[in-house]
């Protein structure tokens, strides 16, 4: 758990703030400055929580709601373009469609000039990337329960016809003790069913250290499987403590995805687990889990056979134990009846 989020109560339902400690000094910044003058009335700014390419994202107390949201705005260097905006404005209405635990949902939407807004539900908890941070790397039990809330989440968007194309440590959301899984940042997914299929639309998105190899070779028609292969880089990641590809430029990156096989998984966890792992990195879609669903029954199959086994394995040693204690009293008696036949 990350103690720098301790100090907040995320059930708080004062107005009484702001509480000594609990508001950090307002250091200028355009983006805050932004927020207190056009929303000021409505939101209470607590805190900055991270920021990205395209964002800066603010912890704030929802005055009338009594509760915590986070505001995220369009960096102040993208606010002058109406390019920007309008992705950002996308990224509004896709996540609006979407809805399901595994995905962070969005309250609203507002835009004042250059200044543009998105508040959606505040996770209480630390992003993958700062989790990886602390420990490099995560143990098989929790990578197989992320990869699982992950494929979850992505069916989900799938079936609305959205691909996230963005997957990454820094927009997965790890809630609470639990470390429940959400996806964010939707900024770069792509609507199949409206949007126009145009090279500057689907290709170069993404980070290329997670970037599919129809995604690197610009290929025009990405689907779901897409995302999948993301999130076997995420797996591999989270497993290792490293990423499968590295390179110096981005063609260097988008070559080895392309071409490179990913160094071998084997001793780094389960075999089940590498295995699927493996399978969502194949370099043809067609040779990967069709859906976020079909991935997320392989790993539930894995725990499954776990508990299958670590239940026989109960049983076995149980019977083994009996057969042992049978032996043992059948030599305890029958040295007994050598003892008496000596004495006789
Ligand atoms: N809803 C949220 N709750 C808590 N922290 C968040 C939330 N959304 C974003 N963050 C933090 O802000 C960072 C940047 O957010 P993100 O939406 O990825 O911005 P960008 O689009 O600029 O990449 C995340 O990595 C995370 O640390
Ligand atoms: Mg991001």
């Known amino acids: ?32 400055d932004q927020l ?30 009594h509760r915590l949201v986070a505001i995220k705005v369009l960096r102040q260097e993208f606010a002058g373009s109406v390019e920007h905006r309008e992705r950002f404005r996308r990224e509004a209405r896709m996540t609006a469609r979407l809805s399901h635990p595994n995905i962070v949902p969005l309250h609203s939407f507002g835009e004042m000039d250059d200044f543009v807004y998105i508040v959606m539900k505040y996770v209480h908890g630390a992003s993958l990337a700062e989790r990886m941070r602390r420990e490099k790397k995560l143990s098989a ?12 989440a992505l069916d989900s968007a799938h079936r609305d016809g959205v691909v996230h194309r963005d997957l990454k440590a820094e927009n997965i959301l790890l809630e609470g003790p639990s470390g429940h899984a959400m996806l964010t940042d939707f900024g770069v997914a792509l609507l ?12 170069a998105f993404g980070t290329p250290h997670y970037m599919s190899p129809e995604q690197a070779t610009g ?14 880089v995420l797996g ?32 780094a966890g389960p075999a089940g687990l590498c295995a699927i792992i493996e399978r969502c990195l194949a370099k043809n879609r067609d040779d990967r889990f069709r859906t976020g669903e079909e991935l997320a029954e392989a790993l539930d199959a894995l725990e499954v056979r776990k508990r299958w086994f670590s239940k026989h394995a109960a049983r076995s040693s149980w019977l ?11 030599l305890a008696g029958l040295a007994r009846a050598a003892a008496r036949w000596t004495t006789i």
């Open 1 to 32: 758990m990350n103690t720098s989020f301790a100090f907040v109560d995320p059930f708080a339902d004062t107005l009484e703030l702001p509480v000594s400690g609990e508001i950090e000094a307002p250091r200028p910044m355009w983006e805050r």
């Open 36 to 65: 207190v003058e056009h929303l000021g009335a409505h939101y209470q700014i607590v805190r900055e929580l991270g920021r990205g390419g395209m964002g800066v994202v603010f912890l704030a107390r929802d005055i009338a709601l």
């Open 141 to 152: 039990g929790e990578v197989r329960r992320i990869l699982r809330d992950l494929a979850l």
């Open 192 to 203: 199949r069913s409206l949007d126009p299929v145009r090279a500057d639309s689907s290709h």
């Open 219 to 232: 290929d025009l028609d990405i689907d779901g499987r897409s995302d999948i292969y993301s999130l076997g």
């Open 236 to 267: 591999f990641y989270m497993l290792t403590g490293s990423l499968p590809f590295d390179g110096s430029t981005f063609e260097a990156l988008a070559a080895r995805h392309i071409v490179d096989a990913p160094p071998s998984l084997e001793g």
């Open 320 to 330: 083994f134990g009996g057969r042992a204690a049978i032996a043992l009293a059948m």
